[in-house]
């Protein structure tokens, strides 16, 4: 293993609470999580007491309200929190993104009772999210779910199977997308579903290419009863809840993707000005050095859009299309420095014993999840040039 510690990201910070965030962030990731992300990757582990970890720190609500115990920071503060995260081990970035995005609809759309019920607990309280929208025969067509909730008294019964669901069987609470009208966007609805509700149970965890210690599993639904007190929003509005959490949700898969990238491109540039081919570091070789410069030149040019956009949603702006272009690009970038890094270890590359096969593992899944890389083409496009004629 190269002995070449990296370099910190020179981050520009809007205050000095956010450079101290930062720094904590970085101590935590150094001691508790980079050191077994290997083994337990490998294991398959689910490192529950990091999450555990990191609600006592103050860190699994960071862009919400400190009135229901978050953090108070702006979007381009939480970002960059995401992407250190990340960059020590996936699972626990994309972890604590998918629980922001667990927490987004009640947070946003909850009525101020909801939100003094249920967010301390869920934003500081020890407690992990998960997020129910898509199904096995629903995925990027969203909008066609089968989950049902039917009106029974004071009640409703949700009865349906969600898959690829992040957290999925260990999560302590669900946000569960669920038709409950008519056919189409405009017949979901929102449900802030417990973690033990009766009825509700976890598949096992879907085997995976790479973040094996994350579980994504399909959610079963039989039946379970939940009080019209939890339904998130109108009737009828969950789609558009949906929508809203994946624009801020996206953001924070490119701030992961940018983390992955960031650590692939560390390990390549330690082990590049180490390893000594015809007498010389590899490093001196033009081609290699090129290779490093484009790795950097993408890495930086991916903050710098996801940041952007984080900017535009910190002010109260229109961010769907910048956030769609951040995910796509960062996750592309992703992939690229991924694949790019195993080529600069050459055959250690592609072991397990240096960590580079591992990130190009990881970071297929980021061009999937949350919106393919084809629907954000898609939504950018139709911002540039309207929707599609039918």
């Given at each position: ?186 017949g979901i609805t929102a449900f802030l579903v417990p973690g033990d509700a009766e009825g509700l149970s976890g598949a096992a965890p879907e085997k995976k290419m790479g973040m094996k210690g994350s579980p994504t599993a399909q959610v079963h639904l039989d039946g379970v009863r939940v009080p019209d007190d939890r339904r998130i929003g109108e009737e009828g509005q969950g789609f558009a809840i949906a929508l809203a ?105 592609y072991t397990a014993d240096f960590p580079v096969e591992r990130y190009m593992r990881e970071a297929k899944v980021l061009q999937i999840v949350e919106g393919t890389n084809q629907i954000q083409r898609m939504v950018i496009a139709r911002h540039l040039a309207g929707p599609e004629t039918r």
């Amino acid at each position: 293993m190269p002995d070449r510690a990296p370099q910190p990201v020179d981050r520009q910070l809007p205050t000095d609470e956010a450079r101290e965030l930062i720094s904590l962030v970085r101590d935590i990731a150094q001691r508790e999580i980079a050191p077994k992300a290997a083994e337990e990757e490998d294991a398959g582990r689910f490192p529950r007491e990091v999450f555990t970890l990191l609600s006592r720190s103050g860190l699994l609500g960071l862009p919400y309200d400190s009135e229901y115990g978050g953090g108070d920071q702006p979007y381009e503060v939480y970002l960059q929190v995401l992407e250190e995260l990340a960059a020590a081990r996936l699972t626990v970035g994309l972890g604590v993104s998918v629980h922001t995005l667990a927490s987004y609809a009640l947070a946003a759309y909850g009525t101020k009772e909801q939100r003094t019920e249920h967010l301390p607990a869920m934003l500081g309280g020890g407690l992990l999210g998960a997020y129910c929208l898509s199904e096995a025969s629903s995925g990027s067509d969203a909008a066609s779910l089968r989950t049902k909730a039917v009106r029974d008294g004071d009640d409703w019964v949700i009865t349906g199977t969600k898959a690829w669901i992040t957290h999925g069987g260990v999560a302590d609470f669900y946000t569960v997308m669920a038709r409950t009208g008519e056919e189409g966007a405009r017949g979901i609805t929102a449900f802030l579903v417990p973690g033990d509700a009766e009825g509700l149970s976890g598949a096992a965890p879907e085997k995976k290419m790479g973040m094996k210690g994350s579980p994504t599993a399909q959610v079963h639904l039989d039946g379970v009863r939940v009080p019209d007190d939890r339904r998130i929003g109108e009737e009828g509005q969950g789609f558009a809840i949906a929508l809203a959490a994946l624009d801020s949700g996206r953001l924070g898969i490119a701030a992961c993707a940018i983390g992955v990238a960031q650590a692939a491109l560390d390990h390549a540039v330690a082990y590049a000005t180490e390893r000594r081919q015809f007498g010389k570091p590899i490093a001196d070789f033009q081609g290699l050095r090129f290779m490093l410069a484009d790795m950097a030149t993408q890495i930086e040019a991916g903050r710098a859009l996801y940041l952007a956009a984080a900017r535009l949603r910190d002010a109260g702006r229109p961010f769907a299309k910048q956030a769609a272009m951040a995910k796509l690009h960062c996750t592309d970038t992703a992939m690229k420095v991924a694949v790019d890094a195993v080529q600069v270890l050459g055959g250690y590359g592609y072991t397990a014993d240096f960590p580079v096969e591992r990130y190009m593992r990881e970071a297929k899944v980021l061009q999937i999840v949350e919106g393919t890389n084809q629907i954000q083409r898609m939504v950018i496009a139709r911002h540039l040039a309207g929707p599609e004629t039918r």
